[in-house]
């Protein structure tokens, strides 16, 4: 098991920007950020392989960067234009095994952060 902890959220006006950090305890394969809001379930959000293969969700697409740091356990989320319908509680996700495909079920990763608050709002 990989502890995971997420951070950078914050409270930030309609067209701004914040970058969400996820720090993994150890070596993980596939990663990905989900989010969940008062209105929906779980979200995929963005998703990433261990070699960098990217995959978004139509909402964020042009908007969300998904990047990560193998060497530092590390991956990030780099929001921009920011909306009041991106409010919600992100959540970073890590597999275990590593697929050559970025997109994965929700059951496929192992191992999830506690979440860090967003909040879009002027």
């Known amino acids: 098991q990989v502890q995971l902890v997420e951070s950078g959220g914050g409270s930030v006006q309609p067209g701004g920007s914040l970058r969400l950090s996820c720090a993994a305890s150890?070596?993980?394969?596939?990663m990905a950020w989900y989010r969940q809001t008062a209105e929906k379930q779980r979200e995929l959000v963005a998703a990433?392989?261990?070699?960098?293969?990217?995959d978004y969700a139509d909402f964020v697409k042009g908007r969300f960067t998904i990047s990560r740091d193998n060497n530092k356990n590390m991956v990030y989320l780099q929001m921009n234009s920011l909306s009041s319908e991106d409010t919600g509680v992100y959540f970073c996700?890590?597999?275990?095994?590593?697929?050559?495909?970025?997109?994965?079920?929700?059951?496929?990763?192992?191992?999830w952060g506690q979440g860090t608050q967003v909040t879009v709002s002027s």
């Open positions: 996700g890590g597999s275990l095994r590593r697929y050559p495909s970025a997109r994965l079920m929700y059951s496929n990763y192992d191992d």
């Open positions: 150890g070596s993980i394969g596939n």
């Open positions: 990433i392989t261990s070699g960098g293969l990217t």
